[in-house]
């Protein structure tokens, strides 16, 4: 009986999410603006683009991708990296005004959340398609689950985050504000440490002398939060079509002030990495970090993600919110780099173990340049983030409610 | 029970590749250059005729290490790599999801993806075959003509290869790393 009225009780609260009905109709009728048709356009060649992706590699296999033994990991972690990134980050933009209780920071809070559960589902799908066996690793992380892998707790933490994040989600459509800040609470800490061990996937790489160590599980939540931040600048610029109301113009501003130290921050991070990394001439370290410093990838890196942005916010002293909508959707794709950047520049060295025949001869640095599918893929995940985060804002009210 | 090693009497190696061909036919290893579950490194002779550096040169043979403290199987995140009854590093392909943790942490780049169970594979000591069949040998070793190879239990004070590690020097490759190989090159 008691089961009855419980399973009533969870049926019950199910049904009374608020939502707005819609259909497919409601979800064409958007302004025919030609900046929202060529989004509108974009999303959905991206659509396709994870479509055909995903036919490559189901009928290939890894062969449609350009992994090899040298490079096992390609664009398709990179992205996924990207993409709880921004969830992480997202996570901790929303938790400012829900959970740490910031007034003027709870009109972004549901959208917020509800971005990060959008980016963290386009991760999982993208990163779907790069483990070889998915349904596989359902199974036996669950019956022999490996403790001592920051894979098992990324991958397990992750999931428990979504979970948070949706029923905090679900709280903030309710409205029912002391339930979502313990979710949110709970989720945040999850997703901090999912996000840290994602960091540690790397940092335990004892034979990577590039990664290994104490940096990447710091530096990933740095640069989560950095990643909110320029997100929630995007999403908010969308949603207010860039003529901000006064509030969002506060929020914005001082979202710019943290955003402005946070770089500054990890300028003195990566300064000093390389600084130790290439100190002392470490073999396996320095040439790497002097070759690093040699490619456009960590320029781009430099100059999108940290160098305009930071300029922007000390020039205006945070102010030059419409600059930084901009200089957000730059970062965003410095951010990209930044991840790509760390996958790839993880297994550049060769192991050195002297495989003359298969190397023919010993390469200096090991190449890769993703394939089709891998950047068919890559760009599907951002379709469906777009797509997904369409449909929420046409689903749910993720404007803060006003009583 | 035993704790398999191999001693590895590399200065000996004429670089005939024959152990690489044993292996792929005991194991039924597929062909290609990168599904080596063996290999022999090469190291060129330096310098330039008549001053060449005839020391530098010399023939590597190599494999997985068999580690004591085998990072391949710290960061499985399935346990599919799991140290059997013999301390042999071994994959379970049931249980391999191809992350390609492996392949990333193994600093001996001794793993590589076998294309029929799209799983990680690597050397294991013959386990599946000769061992499983209750011979003491490896098909590398079996066929070796200079008698590079010699695989023994570890544990065994009067097996061949505690006799060799007791009597000639011998080091380990990347052993700064702390992964305790079961590989000993001696000198």
């Known amino acids: ?403 | 029970m035993a704790r398999y090693g191999m001693a590895l009497d590399y200065k000996n190696c004429i670089n005939c590749k024959a152990c690489e061909v044993a292996c792929k036919e005991e194991n039924g290893i597929l062909m290609g250059a990168d599904k080596h579950r063996i290999w022999v490194g090469v190291k060129e002779i330096k310098g330039e005729y008549p001053l060449l550096d005839i020391v530098s040169s010399s023939f590597e043979p190599s494999q997985c290490q068999h580690c004591e403290s085998a990072p391949c199987q710290q960061v499985c995140p399935t346990n599919a790599t799991y140290y059997d009854e013999n301390n042999v590093v071994r994959v379970d392909p049931d249980k391999c999801i191809l992350c390609s943790y492996c392949m990333n942490a193994c600093p001996y780049d001794a793993r590589y993806v076998d294309d029929r169970t799209m799983t990680v594979d690597k050397c294991n000591f013959c386990s599946d075959t000769r061992l499983a069949r209750g011979e003491t040998t490896t098909a590398c070793q079996a066929t070796c003509p200079t008698k590079v190879r010699t695989f023994g239990d570890l544990d065994d004070p009067e097996s061949e290869i505690s006799a060799l590690l007791r009597t000639r020097e011998h080091f380990s490759l990347k052993s700064h790393l702390g992964t305790k190989p079961k590989l000993f090159y001696l000198t």
């Not at chain 1, 305009?308 to 945070?318: E, W």
């Open chain 1, 1 to 403: 009986m008691a089961e009855v009225v419980k399973k009533q009780g969870i049926k019950e609260f199910i049904t009374s999410i608020p939502y707005n009905k819609i259909g497919l109709k409601d979800l064409m009728s958007f302004e025919k603006t030609p900046r929202n048709i060529i989004i509108a356009v974009i999303t959905f060649a991206f659509l396709v683009s994870f479509v055909v992706g995903v036919s490559l590699y189901l009928i290939h296999g890894h062969h449609a991708y350009n992994v090899t033994r040298e490079h096992p990991w390609g664009l398709l972690i990179a992205v996924y990296i990207f993409f709880v990134v921004s969830s992480t980050g997202l996570c901790i933009v929303g938790s400012l005004g829900d959970v740490f209780g910031f007034k003027e920071y709870e009109m972004i809070s549901k959208r917020a959340i509800f971005g990060s559960i959008v980016t963290i589902m386009a991760g999982f799908a993208v990163i779907a398609f790069e483990i070889g066996h998915p349904v596989t690793m359902l199974i036996y992380n669950v019956l022999t689950p490996g403790f001592t892998s920051a894979i098992w707790w990324m991958g397990t933490l992750y999931g428990l985050y979504l979970t948070f994040m949706i029923i905090e989600f679900v709280f903030l459509l309710k409205h029912d504000m002391r339930m979502a800040r313990i979710f949110g609470l709970t989720g945040l800490l999850v997703g901090l440490a999912a996000h840290s061990n994602l960091g540690g996937v790397f940092g335990f790489l004892n034979a990577r002398t590039i990664s290994n160590g104490v940096f990447y599980p710091t530096y990933f939540i740095l640069t989560a939060f950095i990643t909110g931040i320029f997100i929630a600048f995007i999403m908010m610029g969308i949603r207010y079509r860039l003529s901000f109301p006064e509030n969002a113009k506060k929020m914005l501003t001082n979202l710019a002030k943290i955003q402005g130290l946070l770089i500054a921050i990890l300028i003195f991070f990566v300064t000093w990495k390389m600084l130790t990394d290439i100190y002392g001439g470490m073999p396996n370290r320095s040439e790497v970090a002097l070759h690093i410093l040699g490619t456009w990838t960590f320029w781009a890196e430099v100059v999108l993600a940290m160098a305009i942005p930071l300029l922007i916010i000390l020039k205006s002293k945070g102010s030059a919110i419409h600059a930084m909508f901009w200089a957000s959707l730059g970062g965003m794709v410095g951010v990209f780099f930044m991840r790509y950047n760390l996958v790839h520049d993880t297994q550049l060295k060769p192991l050195q173990m002297m495989k003359v025949r298969e190397y023919q001869l010993a390469p200096e640095w090991v190449h890769y340049f993703p394939s089709a599918a891998e950047i068919m893929i890559s760009l599907g995940g951002l379709g469906l983030c777009i797509l997904l985060y369409y449909v929420g804002t046409k689903l749910f009210n993720l404007d803060a409610e006003t009583h």
